[in-house]
């Protein structure tokens, strides 16, 4: 299979928006962040709105950024739900950029 590039086919303005709108709310639930090699895998709180603005991300992050490999884990018994990206080498970076402070704010957290 032919690796994606690395790119987002959303303009700067949609960008910021999905960031802003979404992906900051979504992303400021983190329980924790664990570093991977070509990317993160983030623990958040298993309740059903937080499933559902998963979900959201997913549909909507693999329209415009094709690259990204999700996975979701939902453990059972109530335990928390892992959302798992990566993707080919320069993923990791890209997370960073469009997640930067959400990063670092969850990250102090664990």
């Known amino acids: ?3 994606l590039p690395i790119a987002c086919s959303l303009t700067e303005t949609e960008a910021r928006q999905r960031r802003e709108q979404l992906l900051h709310h979504v992303f400021g639930d983190v329980q924790e962040i664990q570093p991977l090699d070509n990317g993160y895998l983030f623990r958040f709180k298993a309740d059903e709105s937080t499933l559902g603005d998963l979900m959201r991300v997913v549909r909507l992050e693999r329209q415009c950024c094709r690259f990204l490999r999700f996975r979701l884990t939902v453990e059972p018994d109530g335990g928390p739900v892992w959302l798992e990206l990566t993707g080919p080498s320069g993923t990791k ?5 469009a997640l930067g402070s ?5 990250d102090q957290g664990t």
């Open 93 to 97: 970076a890209f997370i960073e950029a």
């Open 102 to 106: 959400r990063l670092k704010t969850a």
């Open 1 to 3: 299979m032919t690796e």
